[in-house]
């Protein structure tokens, strides 16, 4: 059997371009602290300063995989910072106290499926933004790439009705009103729940909308 190898490198445009670049396989996982060009769902940039950047390679991506590893890595998280509790804004970015601490990036590229992972780790790129140290931990950057591929790889075996629950318990939209863009229409709403298919439930004054999650996004702030 194959070993499988993580690769850091000290610079790069995203992981997810270096794990095609350097034909990372199944298994294998990319790391920089340096990250030049990251992006984040829908293209929005994830700016990396005093980050982590990891891609993890898997062979594909089941549908409940995006709240799979959204779950598990804020529960890894949370171990690191136990007096607060990390979130899940749906789809899959962990925030703590209204602020973004982590997002994750799952695509399907040259028949691999890459999962991309930023936390924010020494500092905070952005006031809208935490770090772990921040939150009061200590953390090694590289104890928390380990600690991320770690996750990935654990979601990936995670059954749905398991991913489904763990992540209920972290989700902070249920309840709120919420602005979505999906496709090329902007619908608020009040936020339900998430349906079997992991679609986001909105009520909104024309009746009870379905929005996938990858066609569609919160633009509120939380």
């Given at each position: ?31 920089s602290?340096n ?21 993890v ?9 995006p ?10 998280l ?14 899959n970015d962990?925030?703590?106290e ?5 997002g ?12 991309g ?12 933004a ?18 991320v ?11 749905e ?10 989700d ?19 936020v339900?729940s998430i ?28």
């Amino acid at each position: 059997m194959r070993e499988s190898r993580v690769l850091f490198l000290d610079e790069v445009t995203s992981t997810q371009d270096a794990a095609i670049e350097h034909d990372l396989q199944v298994g294998d996982a990319c790391v920089s602290f340096n990250q030049t060009d990251g992006r984040g769902r829908r293209g929005n940039e994830w700016k990396s300063d005093g980050g982590v950047a990891v891609t993890v390679v898997l062979e594909k991506a089941t549908p409940h995989l995006p709240i799979a590893v959204a779950a598990t890595l804020a529960a890894q998280l949370n171990n690191l910072i136990t007096k607060h509790h990390i979130g899940i804004k749906w789809p899959n970015d962990l925030y703590v106290e209204g602020k973004k601490l982590a997002g994750v990036l799952i695509e399907q590229r040259e028949g691999r499926c890459l999962v991309g992972v930023g936390v924010n780790v020494l500092a905070s790129p952005l006031p809208t933004a935490a770090s772990l140290s921040q939150l009061g931990s200590e953390p090694d950057k590289c104890g928390i790439a380990d600690l991320v591929v770690s996750s990935v790889l654990d979601a990936a075996h995670l059954d749905e009705n398991t991913a489904v629950t763990q992540w209920r318990k972290r989700d902070i939209l249920v309840g709120t009103t919420q602005t979505v863009q999906s496709g090329d229409n902007t619908i608020e709403g009040l936020v339900l729940s998430i349906d079997p298919c992991h679609n986001l439930v909105l009520q909104t004054d024309h009746g009870i909308f379905e929005l996938p999650a990858a066609t569609s996004a919160i633009i509120t702030a939380c």
